[in-house]
């Protein structure tokens, strides 16, 4: 009883986001931008100097930043303010793994959009409510604490449709965490085939996406792309409630459109 | 707090560990690191009742060396790893199952601190249904996708049915290949991989990792930073706890209770993030002292500090009072004081049962010895509401040391010691809210060739299949909760 009436407090916790935007996901970096556009003399040497080569040298020496690489260490920022800034911003997920480079797209407009159509295509059905299967393919354990976030009275992604569920058979949506472990590519495989068709797959976080640290173990492949037909690419390490609340909602053509990072 | 090195032959090794328990000493670990191709060096960890951790190293063939689990019970599931990572046999291991690598040639492992491994090494999952088949028993598997949000592991009950059932642990799904990762990055990429071996203690692990790369380079952390690190360390403590407060929470169908404490974990997190950039304190500790201050002015920090207490502490008075919740807890998942005090059990699992120990307090690190923390040390009944309560009594203490850490702080002075290291190795540690965290990082020239991380996790999971004296199939979830340990440390 006395639990109840503390619960009747909860309801002014609750962000508004997406229908507007939350004061909160602009106050902390989310994601490293290219401040400088122009060629770098030292190109090369400036990529070198990211731990997990998000930071490419173009043969002309523009630099690019991989944000599906980048594990937000912050040291590119301090070596080369001149270079490179965070940005903060919740809507860093994207459609395309591609898009996740920065600043310049390598993917045209239409290719873009045919695929937010294709996807679009697919999600129909899912637009008011959506069940979230998640599974870890080697994370570090941080990227399940911003997930389960989600479900915590500030997002309280319920009131958008959004929910988790325990059995792959009524699961819409999988969201995969974790650089992804040889020993989680069978296990994988088993929950992707026991889902129902079609299925949205979210790559939760840099690990997932690239491996992040640990592309290049031997025991992880780079990323869940390998193995899963990935539908969305969310960043950051991990990535942040309001950048996979985003990248769900990319899913299921419900993003906001205007409160992305600028490019 | 130093560390002591000594050497002995691996015939010998048992029962030296041996008597340094019977002395009272807690075995706190055991690696190993590749020699040649033909040779490795075993070196156990042994705390020392309020003092610093004494090393001993013997180096033994690559191919088998006498087993030191027969003598030494806590060394079970190290030298399972031992055996996962070099294809070393232990003569005489009671079940040398594979724990967090089952490959099916012991010639092809990773065999840390020596050359590169292969690209490759795809776990083999024959290797262990040989073995379990091979037993006779009957099993049921749960995992290693597990419902709800949480990471992978599987764990196969044994013989159910019976009174006592048994537990397999099987973390290996989610190996990351964490020790070969380490090697030949500098101090700087060292750190980084540290912050990400168990990430919800990171800071713990960063610390832990930093204390041991410290030891070579014989500077002392400005206090300002002593006191920065402190401040990080107790929040993380704070985060983790109220994680386990709300998983007991759901697993008992507190639905008010999950959505209160999951709020109140939010707010830490945001106010890590406002303080460093990060929600999860990465990039603060770096070797040497912190890399800034605290981003917030000390007013607004206290200031909010104030409204989350406001705001969490009678949510923890009521807990504690709600008895359908206390009534699920006590007597469950019980790790009896001996057990306990034999395995040398960590952080609140081990308190809970009576083991007064607590690095911040036994074997104090930067602005701890200052601020003189308070150890929990008047449970003993072992079971889940016991681990409960001393989390309850942590959080209050966690946010003194943090105001105090918060006044004392004068950011004016240098953050940070220049930090070149010796050629040599460095022991390391840090009281993770999951318990003492331990680092050996090895260094020649600037560059780690062997760094391995022992996490709490790893220790204490090894005790949690012994706990189970009720139906494991409804205490599983409070059981695991209470125990409050990432996978992420446990698989690396
Ligand atoms: S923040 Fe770190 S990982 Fe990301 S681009 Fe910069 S150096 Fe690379």
Same mark, same amino acid.
């Given at each position: 009883?006395?639990?109840?009436?503390?619960?009747? &407090?909860?309801?002014?916790?609750?962000?508004?986001? =997406?229908?507007?935007?939350?004061?909160?996901?602009?106050?902390?970096?989310?994601?490293?931008?290219?401040?400088?556009?122009?060629?770098?003399?030292?190109?090369?040497?400036?990529?070198?100097?990211?731990?997990?080569?998000?930071?490419?040298?173009?043969?002309?020496?523009?630099?690019?930043?991989?944000?599906?690489?980048?594990?937000?260490?912050?040291?590119?920022?301090?070596?080369?303010?001149?270079?490179?800034?965070?940005?903060?911003?919740?809507?860093?997920?994207?459609?395309? @793994?591609?898009?996740?480079?920065?600043?310049?797209?390598?993917?045209?407009?239409?290719?873009?959009?045919?695929?937010?159509?294709?996807?679009?295509?697919?999600?129909?059905?899912?637009? @008011?409510?959506?069940?979230?299967?998640?599974?870890?393919?080697?994370?570090?354990?941080?990227?399940?604490?911003?997930?389960?976030?989600?479900?915590?009275?500030?997002?309280?992604?319920?009131?958008?449709?959004?929910?988790?569920?325990?059995?792959?058979?009524?699961?819409?949506?999988?969201?995969?965490?974790?650089?992804?472990?040889?020993?989680?590519?069978?296990?994988?495989?088993?929950?992707?085939?026991?889902?129902?068709?079609?299925?949205?797959?979210?790559?939760?976080?840099?690990?997932?996406?690239?491996?992040?640290?640990?592309?290049?173990?031997?025991?992880?492949?780079?990323?869940?792309?390998?193995?899963?037909?990935?539908?969305?690419?969310?960043?950051?390490?991990?990535?942040?409630?309001?950048?996979?609340?985003?990248?769900?909602?990319?899913?299921?053509?419900?993003?906001?459109?205007?409160?992305?990072?600028?490019? | 707090?130093?560390?002591?090195?000594?050497?002995?032959?691996?015939?010998?090794?048992?029962?030296?560990?041996?008597?340094?328990?019977?002395?009272?000493?807690?075995?706190?670990?055991?690696?190993?690191?590749?020699?040649?191709?033909?040779?490795?060096?075993?070196?156990?960890?042994?705390?020392?009742?309020?003092?610093?951790?004494?090393?001993?190293?013997?180096?033994?063939?690559?191919?088998?060396?006498?087993?030191?689990?027969?003598?030494?019970?806590?060394?079970?599931?190290?030298?399972?790893?031992?055996?996962?990572?070099?294809?070393?046999?232990?003569?005489?291991? =009671?079940?040398?199952?594979?724990?967090?690598?089952?490959?099916?040639?012991?010639?092809?492992?990773?065999?840390?601190?020596?050359?590169?491994?292969?690209?490759?090494?795809?776990?083999?999952?024959?290797?262990?249904?040989?073995?379990?088949?091979?037993?006779?028993?009957?099993?049921?598997?749960?995992?290693?996708? @597990?419902?709800?949000?949480?990471?992978?592991?599987?764990?196969?009950?044994?013989?159910?049915?019976?009174?006592?059932?048994?537990?397999?642990?099987?973390?290996?799904?989610?190996?990351?290949?964490?020790?070969?990762?380490?090697?030949?990055?500098?101090?700087?990429?060292?750190?980084?991989?540290?912050?990400?071996?168990?990430?919800?203690?990171?800071?713990?692990?960063?610390?832990?990792?930093?204390?041991?790369?410290?030891?070579?380079?014989?500077?002392?952390?400005?206090?300002?930073?002593?006191?920065?690190?402190?401040?990080?360390?107790?929040?993380?403590?704070?985060?983790?706890?109220?994680?386990?407060?709300?998983?007991?929470?759901?697993?008992?169908?507190?639905?008010?209770?999950?959505?209160?404490?999951?709020?109140?974990?939010?707010?830490?997190?945001?106010?890590?993030?406002?303080?460093?950039?990060?929600?999860?304190?990465?990039?603060?500790?770096?070797?040497?002292?912190?890399?800034?201050?605290?981003?917030?002015?000390?007013?607004?920090?206290?200031?909010?500090?104030?409204?989350?207490?406001?705001?969490?502490?009678?949510?923890?008075?009521?807990?504690?009072?709600?008895?359908?919740?206390?009534?699920?807890?006590?007597?469950?998942?019980?790790?009896?004081?001996?057990?306990?005090?034999?395995?040398?059990?960590?952080?609140?699992?081990?308190?809970?049962?009576?083991?007064?120990?607590?690095?911040?307090?036994?074997?104090?690190?930067?602005?701890?010895?200052?601020?003189?923390?308070?150890?929990?040390?008047?449970?003993?009944?072992?079971?889940?509401?016991?681990?409960?309560?001393?989390?309850?009594?942590?959080?209050?203490?966690?946010?003194?040391?943090?105001?105090?850490?918060?006044?004392?702080?004068?950011?004016?002075?240098?953050?940070?010691?220049?930090?070149?290291?010796?050629?040599?190795?460095?022991?390391?540690?840090?009281?993770?809210?999951?318990?003492?965290?331990?680092?050996?990082?090895?260094?020649?020239?600037?560059?780690?060739?062997?760094?391995?991380? &022992?996490?709490?996790?790893?220790?204490?999971?090894?005790?949690?299949?012994?706990?189970?004296?009720?139906?494991?199939?409804?205490?599983?979830?409070?059981?695991?909760?209470?125990?409050?340990?990432?996978?992420?440390?446990?698989?690396?």
């Amino acid at each position: 009883m006395m639990w109840l009436l503390r619960g009747l &407090r909860n309801g002014v916790l609750t962000t508004r986001y =997406p229908a507007r935007p939350d004061p909160y996901q602009n106050s902390f970096p989310a994601a490293v931008a290219v401040t400088d556009a122009g060629r770098q003399p030292d190109a090369e040497q400036v990529a070198d100097g990211c731990p997990t080569g998000a930071i490419q040298a173009a043969p002309d020496g523009r630099l690019f930043v991989d944000r599906g690489r980048c594990i937000l260490c912050g040291a590119c920022v301090r070596a080369r303010p001149d270079l490179f800034a965070w940005q903060p911003g919740a809507a860093t997920a994207t459609a395309h @793994r591609g898009t996740l480079v920065v600043p310049e797209s390598t993917e045209t407009d239409e290719s873009l959009a045919a695929l937010r159509a294709a996807l679009a295509a697919r999600v129909r059905r899912l637009r @008011r409510s959506v069940h979230v299967r998640h599974v870890d393919a080697g994370s570090d354990g941080s990227d399940e604490w911003e997930v389960n976030a989600l479900f915590n009275p500030v997002y309280d992604v319920a009131r958008l449709g959004i929910f988790l569920t325990a059995s792959p058979r009524h699961a819409d949506l999988l969201l995969v965490t974790g650089a992804g472990a040889r020993g989680m590519t069978e296990p994988l495989r088993r929950t992707l085939d026991a889902m129902p068709r079609p299925i949205v797959v979210i790559a939760a976080g840099t690990d997932a996406i690239s491996g992040g640290l640990f592309a290049g173990s031997y025991a992880t492949l780079p990323g869940v792309g390998d193995t899963l037909p990935v539908d969305v690419w969310a960043p950051g390490n991990p990535a942040s409630p309001f950048t996979l609340l985003h990248a769900i909602l990319l899913a299921l053509g419900r993003a906001p459109t205007d409160a992305g990072v600028r490019r | 707090m130093t560390t002591s090195w000594t050497e002995t032959s691996p015939t010998a090794l048992a029962e030296r560990l041996r008597a340094g328990r019977d002395a009272g000493r807690r075995f706190a670990g055991l690696y190993a690191t590749a020699v040649d191709a033909s040779h490795l060096r075993l070196t156990a960890l042994m705390a020392t009742p309020g003092g610093g951790i004494d090393a001993v190293d013997a180096l033994a063939p690559a191919a088998r060396y006498p087993a030191l689990t027969p003598r030494l019970p806590a060394a079970f599931w190290y030298e399972r790893v031992i055996h996962d990572l070099f294809g070393t046999i232990p003569d005489g291991h =009671p079940r040398l199952d594979p724990l967090i690598l089952p490959l099916p040639d012991d010639a092809t492992r990773p065999r840390p601190g020596g050359a590169p491994c292969p690209a490759a090494l795809d776990p083999d999952d024959h290797v262990l249904a040989r073995r379990v088949l091979g037993t006779g028993l009957c099993t049921i598997p749960h995992g290693p996708v @597990r419902s709800g949000v949480m990471e992978s592991v599987e764990y196969l009950v044994e013989t159910p049915g019976e009174d006592i059932p048994h537990l397999q642990i099987r973390p290996y799904y989610k190996h990351r290949g964490v020790e070969k990762r380490f090697e030949g990055l500098d101090l700087a990429g060292g750190l980084l991989v540290a912050e990400r071996v168990e990430g919800v203690a990171t800071v713990a692990h960063a610390l832990a990792y930093a204390h041991a790369v410290e030891a070579l380079c014989g500077v002392p952390v400005p206090p300002a930073a002593g006191l920065i690190r402190v401040l990080h360390a107790e929040l993380e403590r704070i985060a983790n706890h109220l994680d386990v407060v709300l998983r007991l929470c759901d697993a008992a169908g507190l639905g008010v209770a999950v959505a209160r404490f999951g709020w109140h974990k939010e707010r830490i997190l945001r106010l890590v993030g406002r303080l460093c950039g990060s929600r999860f304190g990465r990039g603060v500790v770096i070797p040497g002292g912190v890399s800034g201050p605290p981003r917030l002015s000390h007013t607004a920090l206290g200031a909010e500090l104030d409204r989350i207490r406001a705001a969490l502490d009678p949510d923890l008075r009521l807990l504690l009072v709600t008895s359908s919740f206390l009534d699920r807890l006590r007597g469950t998942g019980p790790l009896p004081p001996a057990r306990a005090d034999e395995h040398g059990a960590l952080g609140p699992v081990g308190r809970a049962s009576g083991c007064r120990d607590d690095d911040r307090v036994s074997r104090g690190y930067d602005a701890y010895p200052l601020l003189g923390p308070a150890m929990v040390d008047d449970v003993d009944t072992g079971d889940a509401l016991a681990r409960l309560r001393v989390r309850v009594r942590e959080i209050d203490e966690s946010f003194r040391l943090i105001r105090a850490a918060a006044d004392r702080l004068d950011t004016t002075g240098p953050l940070a010691a220049p930090c070149t290291p010796d050629d040599g190795r460095g022991i390391g540690w840090a009281e993770a809210a999951q318990g003492e965290v331990l680092y050996a990082v090895h260094v020649t020239g600037g560059r780690i060739t062997r760094c391995a991380p &022992r996490s709490a996790s790893f220790h204490n999971l090894a005790l949690f299949g012994e706990v189970f004296t009720g139906d494991i199939l409804t205490d599983f979830p409070f059981v695991e909760a209470s125990f409050g340990l990432s996978i992420a440390g446990v698989a690396l």
